[in-house]
């Protein structure tokens, strides 16, 4: 009996462990503007803006860059050049004047940022990332159809909370933001337990679009945007899946990809910290 009683406890140990481990949440954060209304603390945030700040990432990572200095403001930016950078700037679509990339995919080629450090701001896609990380998310990870299989096989892997934060544009919902996040969500739905009604929305969105994307994307406000600015051949790329496997994390203020590091990426994170130059305090 008391040998059944252990093997009994044992199972019930493990089945409490299975069930905690499916706890695990992912949220749609549907525009920065709706933030607030998540925990992002406990959570690894994922940072879409498909069109186009976190596909250019992508490509600039996998083109070998070596880093990347997401910021808010233009002067910020601006900065950056006397220590070396390379500035990327863009509103509204187009590339601020002065900098030496705007937002597009096409700019990042690896003879041009290979092994080079960037500072870049974007209309939205900055400011999503530094909303969530002054909200102190747990992990700051960047999404876009060119990692999506890497990343989701990586954000299983990790067995923690999930929060999508969509771009938008300019605190508004985009269409291919919320259908990107749909995608992912649909992709952890099996390894995950807990998901709001705004993840099911997405999931709808991109299963309706799935049949006829193209009409969906050249529906969009954005798409439109763009198109005006003779952009469309950005747009196509931006759908394209698979493109640029790698995984842009804020490790501190910069963007790093841990694509080689998945098994280990907390040393890798923890090796650049300790790189950082110490502030001094005044006494």
Known sequence: MAKKAKVYGSILLNINFVAMKMKKFVHVCLTPALIDQFDVSEAIVVVIDILR???????????????????????????????????????????????????SPFSYGPEIVSGKKIAITTTNGT??????????????VVGSFSNISLLSRWLINQNEHVCLICAGWRDHVTLEDTIFAGALSRRLRP?????QDTALVAETLFQSANIRKRYFFRHSSHYNRLIHLNLQEEVKY?????????????IGDELHDISQHLDNYQDFKAEILAKRPRKSVEL
């Open 191 to 195: 390894h995950f337990k807990r998901f």
């Open 53 to 103: 700040a976190t596909t250019t990432m992508c490509v600039a990572f996998d083109h070998g860059a070596e880093l990347m200095v997401p910021v808010e403001h233009i002067d910020e930016c601006k900065a950056y050049e006397e220590q070396g950078f390379l500035i990327a700037g863009e509103r509204s679509g187009e590339q601020i004047a002065g900098f030496d990339f705007g937002n």
């Open 127 to 140: 400011r999503a990332i530094k909303a969530a990380q002054v909200r102190n998310a747990k992990e700051i």
């Open 238 to 250: 931006a759908m394209r899946r698979d493109t640029h496997p790698v995984i842009p994390m804020m």
